[in-house]
């Protein structure tokens, strides 16, 4: 004869490694017979409140979000991105709390971004991934002029620049225009 057993366990199970036995007592036909499980309980890891913004070149952009803490029992877990798979790390904060900065120097493209945080003995793996686009730069132009002569040479002055630093500077480049 066969037969099967439902065990329930109930919410609020600390977090840990546990062992089960499950164990029949015998009768006068069949012998006494145990079975042990060796189970784990671990927190269920989910990212909310994902935010981001990709930023232009030049800009500093940055990745944000909240694990769920479970009331601060996860402290200074260690959240990892990849970007295109280069790797980062930062920990969470008390309330579950991470931030990444994007450097302002990382090219404009299109960039696959994984978030990852790996299982460990008191969380389960989590992965979430998506795609952010980084714009390119804009110049920052500026052109002053002196009084143009018809027929006399004359001179443009200006810069333009890119983050901040002259790329041309159209003083040093004198523009003429003879007839």
Do not use: C, W
Not at 39 to 44: A, L
Not at 134 to 139: F, I, L, P
Request: charged share 15%.
């Amino acid at each position: 004869s066969s037969g099967y057993a439902i065990i329930t366990l109930t919410n609020g199970i600390v977090v840990g490694n546990y062992e089960l036995i499950i164990e029949f007592q015998g009768d006068p036909t069949y012998y006494q017979s145990s079975l042990s499980v060796n189970f784990t309980v671990k927190y269920p890891i989910e990212l909310v409140s994902i935010e981001f913004d990709a930023a232009s070149y030049g800009e500093a952009g940055y990745i944000s979000g909240m694990i769920e803490s479970f009331s601060g029992l996860l402290d200074q877990v260690t959240v990892t991105m990849y970007l295109d798979g280069s790797p980062l790390q930062t920990l969470t904060d008390s309330t579950g709390y991470f931030l990444f900065t994007i450097s302002q120097f990382l090219d404009s493209g299109t960039y696959t971004i994984i978030l990852r945080i790996d299982e460990s003995a008191e969380i389960f793996f989590f992965e979430f991934q998506f795609i952010i686009v980084r714009e390119k730069a804009s110049y920052d132009v500026s052109l002053t002029s002196q009084t143009v002569v018809f027929n006399a040479g004359s001179s443009i002055t200006g810069y333009v620049s890119v983050l901040g630093t002259v790329i041309l500077n159209l003083e040093e480049n004198k523009l003429e225009r003879s007839v």
